[in-house]
């Protein structure tokens, strides 16, 4: 069978990774763009024979490299997000000048489908610039190609998150876990091999101009969900409600870690629920139905952060008796 190819960038991230195996299962050659080709060959897994990955190496955005890259292939991906700013102007650069560029040489080679993925929960966020860029990304790709598909997730979840491994790991060793905004605002997380069913279903269909919001089976609080962790690793933990003016404090603090714990800006985010909004359709609706459920599959891997490890419950010396 002919193999079908797709050009991904970000392809090394948590979405990424999973994409590829997905994929490639399904006879697609995927190049995968990366800023370090080195450190990509020993993440990247794919589910099929070799030659069904190509990795290339981007650095600084490249203009005339990205165009070789366009001009090669007919469907465009492009994972690339960050969380927090390293340097001035950052999440501009990344979600909106990116996204802009991938957008143009799109609609100048002609190509059949480009798919970015944007986020949830942003358009109340005005006071955000992490939401304000995101938008300000959406709005630049509908300029400059008809054919986009923007995907909008809630929080993605998977052994290979920074979401749930990192409070995992937080709640492993603080006896007080913060609690902003009461742990009041609300989630929709999504499996990752949910979300990845969703972007090959779009791959696939003819659907195009689209924004889909991509959310999971539950709405969960900010409290539920760490109340559910703790019960996952077997930990009791005080979950304490930090007053907003104090969290803003803590904030400024962490941010100033080199890979910070919260930053001021994430911390704006947290006040704005994360689920299926008025604005646009959700995979609900469009009948792409997710099959994972945050608490069956968190129990999966969080066994690497209970005390004694996944086989601490066994009776290991019950058959040598
Ligand atoms: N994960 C979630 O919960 C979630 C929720 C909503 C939306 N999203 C969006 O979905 C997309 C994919 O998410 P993800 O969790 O898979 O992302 P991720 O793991 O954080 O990162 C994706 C990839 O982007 C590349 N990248 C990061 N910073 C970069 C920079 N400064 N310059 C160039 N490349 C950079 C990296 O690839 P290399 O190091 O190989 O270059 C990285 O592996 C992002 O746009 C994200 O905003 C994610």
């Given amino acids: 069978m002919k193999q079908k190819e797709i050009l991904l960038f970000g392809a090394t991230g948590q979405i990424g990774r999973n994409l590829i195996r997905k994929l490639s299962k ?32 981007l650095k600084n955005f490249d203009v005339n490299k990205i165009e070789s890259l366009i001009k090669r292939t007919t469907i465009c ?3 690339i997000g960050i969380l927090y700013e390293k340097r001035k102007d950052e999440f501009k650069l990344i979600h909106s000048d990116l996204p802009a560029l991938l957008a143009k040489k799109a609609n100048q080679f002609k190509l059949d489908k480009f798919i970015h993925l944007s986020a949830l929960g942003i358009e109340n966020a005005t006071d955000s610039k992490y939401a304000l860029s995101k938008l300000d990304g959406e709005r630049r790709i509908k300029e400059n190609f008809q054919r986009y598909i923007i995907l909008k997730p809630s929080i993605v979840y998977s052994v290979d998150d920074k979401f749930s491994t990192k409070f995992m790991s937080l709640l492993s060793v603080l006896p007080v876990m913060p609690l902003y905004y009461n742990g009041r605002t609300k989630f929709s997380p999504i499996h990752v091999s949910d979300l990845v069913n969703i972007i090959y279903n779009i ?3 003819k659907n195009e101009s689209l924004v889909l919001e991509c959310v999971g089976l539950e709405i969960i609080t900010f409290k539920e969900m760490l109340i559910k962790l703790l019960k996952s690793i077997n930990k009791k933990r005080i979950l304490l409600p930090l007053p907003t003016p104090l969290a803003k ?29 008025k604005y646009y359709k959700s ?23 209970r005390t004694g490890g996944q086989f601490a419950d066994e009776n290991n010396s019950t058959n040598l008796k």
């Fill in 26 to 57: 399904n006879n697609y050659k995927i190049i995968a763009v990366t800023r370090n080709i080195h450190r990509a060959g020993y993440i990247l897994k794919t589910q099929a024979n070799p030659g069904y990955l190509e990795l290339v190496e």
């Fill in 77 to 79: 991906i492009n994972l």
């Fill in 203 to 205: 791959i696939e269909s």
């Fill in 249 to 277: 404090i803590t904030a400024k603090f962490f941010q100033l870690l080199p890979n910070p714990l919260l930053t001021e800006d994430q911390l704006i985010m947290l006040k704005y629920d994360n689920c299926k909004s």
């Fill in 283 to 305: 995979n609900l609706d469009m009948g792409y139905i997710p099959k994972k459920k945050f608490e069956n599959e968190i129990n999966k891997y969080s066994y690497n952060w």
